[in-house]
């Protein structure tokens, strides 16, 4: 895997390259999670987010399904959290002019 980006083969036999969007490590659940994209819009236009569990000391390791509500939850919270610093930053007023 590189750095920022990852290639994998979907359900057709074609290979899709992902971007790497964060990581981290949740002490609530004691697991790794992988966040990542691969540019895709959905119905309403925005783009495709996805999450899975992984292993940072193996860059070879499967990427593994999230399946609790709760780990989903952990997930939500934190893309939650990202957005509204997104937001502040790009509504402060450019103090360089």
Do not use: C, H
Request: charged content about 30%.
């Amino acid at each position: 895997m590189k750095k920022n980006t990852f290639t994998m083969i979907d359900q057709n036999g074609n290979e899709i390259l992902y971007y790497v969007l964060f990581t981290f490590e949740s002490e609530e659940t004691n697991k790794n999670y992988i966040v990542y994209t691969d540019q895709s819009k959905d119905e309403n236009g925005n783009i495709q987010v996805f999450a899975s569990i992984y292993d940072p000391e193996n860059p070879n390791s499967k990427l593994e399904a999230i399946t609790t509500d709760r780990e989903w939850k952990v997930i939500e919270t934190i893309l939650e959290t990202l957005q509204e610093e997104i937001k502040k930053k790009q509504e402060q007023p450019n103090d360089e002019q």
